[in-house]
């Protein structure tokens, strides 16, 4: 059974940086792509950042410029540097490993919340 683990939620002030972390746990040989998606009180999941196996990224544009995402193969882990944290980035952030490219296969994360304070 393959499963994701996040870390990296916790709290912080306006204009600060955190960095979440999603390793994948399990018996797979490869994944295609790692994202990361959020959903605050009262609104829609959303697209964060997703990269993939040849380490194209793909942002959203509330985003973009200020969180950037990575992965570690070696480590089957993936990272989101979060900065200049506002307080509309407050919500919980799910990790998402898909692996095949063509196949509707993913696996979520429990979510880890992070809350920016002005």
């Known amino acids: 059974q393959v499963h994701l683990v996040e870390s990296g939620g916790g709290l912080v002030q306006a204009g600060g940086s955190l960095r979440l972390s999603c390793v994948v746990v399990g018996d797979i040989f490869a994944v295609w792509q790692l994202g990361w998606y959020r959903q605050a009180p009262g609104k829609e999941r959303e697209l964060v950042a997703t990269?993939?196996?040849?380490?194209?990224?793909n942002y959203g544009d509330s985003v973009k410029g200020r969180f950037f995402i990575s992965r570690d193969n070696r480590k089957n882990a993936g990272y989101l540097q979060m900065n200049n944290l506002k307080p509309e980035d407050t919500a919980v952030y799910y990790c998402r490993a898909q692996f095949l490219v063509w196949s509707d296969d993913a696996v979520w994360g429990q979510g880890t919340q992070v809350t920016v304070s002005s």
């Open positions: 990269i993939n196996s040849d380490e194209t990224t």
